[in-house]
């Protein structure tokens, strides 16, 4: 009897993602392997025996080991470096996404070093309270809501003290507006399709004078029937930045629905929050990738 051989799929991360992918990818041809990008060390200069895989799911988050593995393995990625490059500058994804007629928070972005009047008429246009921001990070790190100017550039301040203490690689932080108990949305987009989304939210006993919704910091991911403007709005945001697997985070209030950040890394949820396509449109992108290099 003549089998077919499982395609072999690459991904950097051994958590969360990694284990519910595993098993509905496997039942639909496609086996998922981990491939080390940190904690590690990687021979560079002898002869590297070519590893088994045939494609990457996302291009490692620790961009320069990423480099150096991509360049031994020489492998297609469903999302590449550049596609996590674009993702991760928020400030980037914001002009970009502006250009475009798509609906974001009004934003400035600063490229730190700067004066302090710099920063007091960045924000003539904006309104107290706003969110200060750094462009790079991820899972809400450092996200700061200053109510004053006072409270403003007293976070200032201490962004100024750690790029003076650290060789931050990207210094710049955007300073937008804050949207008042607004409704937080992850949706997820895989080839140009939505496939579902869920809705974050602070649990009752920890909400109270708290704002992010982030998962990271104890909010609850809720699968739901997104409306089709949401549905919409996420894709035309795909489309815009070329980016074949993205998270697109929404927030919506007082009749508003912008989009706020993107994530060209999202961790998968459990596939009841998703539609019931969602593993077999995720197959079908990782096939194509790895068929069309």
């Known amino acids: 009897m003549n089998l077919q051989r499982m395609l072999q799929l690459a991904v950097s991360t051994n958590a969360e993602t990694f284990e519910r992918i595993c098993e509905p990818l496997a039942a639909r041809g496609i086996e998922t392997g981990h491939l080390q990008a940190k904690q590690r060390s990687i021979n560079l200069t002898d002869d590297v025996p070519t590893d088994r895989f045939d494609v990457g799911f996302v291009f490692p988050g620790r961009l320069m080991e990423g480099t150096a593995i991509n360049t031994l393995q020489t492998l297609p990625w469903v999302n590449s470096r550049e596609d ?13 996404l502006s250009a475009a007629d798509i609906p974001v928070p009004k934003s400035v972005m600063i490229s730190n070093p700067v ?65 008042p108990a607004a409704r937080d949305y992850r949706v997820m987009v895989v080839g140009g399709e939505c496939v579902g989304g869920v809705e974050r939210r602070l649990p009752e006993e920890l909400a109270d004078g708290r704002w992010k919704h982030n998962v990271h910091r104890g909010a609850e991911a809720r699968g739901l029937e997104l409306p089709a403007g949401h549905r919409r709005l996420a894709e035309r945001v795909a489309a815009e930045l070329g980016i074949p697997y993205l998270g697109v985070d929404l927030l ?37 990738t790895a068929e069309d290099s």
């Open 84 to 96: 996590v490059l674009t993702s991760r500058n928020k400030g980037g994804v914001i002009a970009a």
């Open 115 to 179: 004066d302090e009047t710099v920063v007091t008429e960045a924000v003539v246009d904006l309104s107290f309270p706003v969110v200060v921001k750094p462009n790079s990070a991820t899972r809400g790190v450092g996200v700061a809501k200053a109510a004053d100017m006072d409270s403003l550039l007293g976070i200032v301040d201490y962004l100024n003290l750690i790029h003076d203490y650290r060789a931050t690689g990207d210094k710049s932080y955007l300073i937008q507006e804050f949207l």
């Open 252 to 288: 919506e209030t007082d009749g508003r629905l912008v989009v706020n950040e993107t994530n060209a890394r999202p961790t998968i949820d459990a596939a009841s929050k998703y539609d019931d396509g969602f593993y077999d449109r995720l197959a079908e992108v990782i096939k194509r």
